[in-house]
């Protein structure tokens, strides 16, 4: 059983449409990262966020941590079919030593022309 | 400043064989941790080291073991190979700077590991 819940599993949608990937849990975090990670490589880091509430954005990406650090959203303005990847949300909880994050089972993302 | 490393890329073993699988983590980190991603599981944490010595391990058997150099470069074994082991093995590696609290690791490219 995974500590992070992603959904949707899989998205589909046309350059220029927006999406939204959500990451939820029961447990707190003390931080919360996003990653992209494209077949046959490892993940790549997109974002931290360590202060509930915090938003931060990357050009059209958005993303939220939750008030109480238990989940988060990435939002995509305007979709490109370079943000095609499967997005995978990532926490360090507050009792395990700095080196574990907890994964969650990702968002298969594909941007269509 | 270059990325993680991680040698060899692809592996082919059979059943019952041993693998060993090598990570160079970035300039100046000194925490090295190793996952296994498989379709069915996604990443699961196998274990970390920091400074030549394991900090945290995950639920794995025995069979996965692993070791920190002096120099942070990391490996991580398998022993009597099962069809199940077959995934991508990714090693991370971050700062213990004042930056790890932010927890953030930096992935290599990963092993695909597959065992027939």
């Known amino acids: 059983t995974q500590l992070l819940e992603q959904s949707p599993q899989f998205l589909s949608i046309q350059e220029g449409e927006n999406l939204t990937v959500y990451c939820n849990s029961s447990s707190v975090f003390s931080s919360l990262q996003w990653y992209r990670q494209e077949p046959g490589e490892g993940p790549v880091l997109l974002v931290t966020v360590v202060t509930g509430g915090e938003v931060k954005k990357l050009k059209r990406l958005t993303f939220q941590f939750g008030d109480a650090r238990k989940d988060s959203s990435l939002h995509i303005t305007a979709a490109q079919t370079g943000d095609t990847g499967l997005y995978l949300c990532a926490g360090a909880l507050a009792t395990d030593s700095w080196g574990k994050l907890q994964f969650g089972a990702g968002t298969q993302v594909v941007v269509t022309p | 400043k270059a990325g993680v490393t991680q040698t060899p890329r692809y592996l082919i073993k059979t059943r019952g064989q041993q693998v060993t699988l090598s990570c160079s983590p970035i300039s100046g980190h000194r925490s090295v941790s190793w996952y296994q991603q498989t379709p069915g599981q996604g990443l699961q944490f196998l274990f970390e080291?920091?400074?030549?010595?394991?900090?945290n391990k995950g639920n794995f058997p025995g069979r996965f073991s692993g070791r920190q150099f002096s120099n942070s470069r990391s490996e991580m074994n398998v022993s009597t190979l099962e069809l199940g082991d077959s995934a991508l093995y990714l090693c991370a590696s971050s700062s213990s700077g004042s930056a790890a609290r932010l927890n953030e690791q930096f992935f290599g490219p990963g092993t695909r590991l597959t065992v027939l």
């Open positions: 080291y920091f400074s030549e010595t394991q900090r």
